[in-house]
Nanobody
């Protein structure tokens, strides 16, 4: 089992920045690919970003490419999502997830955090 706890969400104005963190405990963090997903009110959960166990391979949704950066610190068992140039359409609950292989598909991830809410005001 892997337990994931997100933090860092909040209210920010359009154009601002936030950094989300996801702390993992349980099985060795470096065994897992990590992903960030988000779900806006009334919408389906969507892929945001992911990286492999070493952080050398990263993937982004087109909607966040160039604005968001995923990174990880395996020594701290933590994955981050740096979000810059935030837009109102980035408003959502953001979830981190752990899986055996890096993927844009939520179904490939076995463990999920409880989510952290991000609200971007215009």
């Amino acid at each position: 089992q892997v337990q994931l706890v997100e933090s860092g969400g909040g209210l920010v104005q359009a154009g601002g920045s936030l950094r989300l963190s996801c702390a993992a405990s349980g099985r060795p963090f470096s065994n897992y690919a990590m992903g960030w997903f988000r779900q806006a009110l009334g919408k389906e959960r969507e892929f945001v970003a992911a990286n492999n166990w070493s952080g050398t391979n990263t993937y982004y949704a087109d909607s966040v490419k160039g604005r968001f950066t995923i990174s990880r610190d395996n020594a701290k068992n933590t994955v981050y999502l740096q979000m810059n140039s935030l837009k109102p359409e980035d408003t959502a609950v953001y979830y981190c997830a752990a899986g055996q292989v890096v993927s844009k598909l939520s179904s490939r991830y076995n463990y999920w955090g409880q989510g952290t809410e991000v609200t971007v005001s215009s």
